[in-house]
């Protein structure tokens, strides 16, 4: 599933050659992904311009002149973009087609992802505005999750992984900066301390800052006419790694399931 590093590579790997372009049209094999696609995206999008890109949480937010599109990858979604007529294949759902003849293509197998479009500011737009601050923004700190966390009995890594507490930290990420931090998965978010706070704050930006320099190696793939790049290969020390030796101290590392999503932790290291 492509977390906030994937969708920050993909975002920096498609600029290039989508922005500053003129739209030629929209093609659309199927629309109905975890919302439909509008269906006057093809009307929206013709002869505009993306002027500017960037990510917000998981979101890829596309700036026309007048307007945006928003693009969520959700569980299996990839972007590419290519220049030439390449014929789609299966699970390719949707084109945006520039008139210097590159496209911008979405493939999704499992089709949870999203295209829709906003006339006015995408900040204000429903899926957006309620979500927290950018882990890797300025915003984002220890004392701003220990405020946050006050009183509050949720285990820690639900908390981290609301997106209205802090946005794009995922399953996967919020299982390594736990581990990084110290922290056990399960402990109330209520009673961790400022200090510990301060831990996971960096721990999560880390995480994430690494994750994204290791896709960075993956940008040019991006540019592929017959297939959009793999998610790439993180070096993780505790997701996927349930009954293996701790990287610390060696000991076995525990498996459990919390929201029905898998957490794995070192009893030793983390408390
Ligand atoms: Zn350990």
Redesign the pocket.
């Given at each position: 599933m492509p977390e906030l590093p994937e969708v920050e590579t993909t975002l920096r790997g498609i600029s290039k050659e989508i922005l500053n372009k003129e739209i030629r049209s929209f093609v659309c094999r199927d629309g109905k992904l975890r919302w439909p696609i509008p269906k006057n995206m093809a009307s929206f999008l013709k002869n505009k311009t993306f002027v500017s890109a960037i990510r917000r949480g998981k979101y890829i937010i596309l700036y026309l002149d007048k307007g945006a599109i928003l693009i969520h990858l959700g569980m299996s979604g990839k972007l590419r973009v290519f220049k030439g007529t390449v014929a789609p294949k299966k699970h390719e759902h949707w084109d945006i087609c520039f008139k210097d003849g590159w496209i911008l293509r979405y493939t999704d197998t499992r089709k949870f992802g999203a295209l829709l479009s906003t006339k006015s500011d995408p900040f204000a737009h429903k899926l957006i505005k309620f979500l927290g601050p950018e882990p890797l923004g300025n915003s984002f700190n220890g004392d701003y999750l220990f405020k946050k966390s006050r009183k509050r009995t949720l285990p820690i890594k639900s908390f981290i992984m609301d997106s209205k507490v802090v946005t794009g930290v995922g399953n996967i990420y919020a299982n390594e900066a736990l581990f990084m931090a110290g922290i056990r998965p399960t402990k109330k978010s209520g009673v961790i301390s400022k200090s510990k706070y301060e831990d996971l704050s960096a721990a999560i930006s880390l995480t994430l800052k690494e994750a994204i320099e290791a896709g960075g190696t993956t940008l040019k793939d991006y540019s592929n006419a017959d297939e959009a790049p793999g998610y790439f290969k993180k070096e993780l020390k505790v997701y996927d790694r349930g009954g293996e030796a701790?990287?610390?101290?060696?000991?076995k590392?525990k498996e459990i399931r919390q929201s029905n999503r898998a957490t794995v932790y070192?009893?030793?290291?983390?408390n």
């Open positions: 701790c990287l610390n101290c060696k000991k590392l070192c009893v030793n290291c983390q």
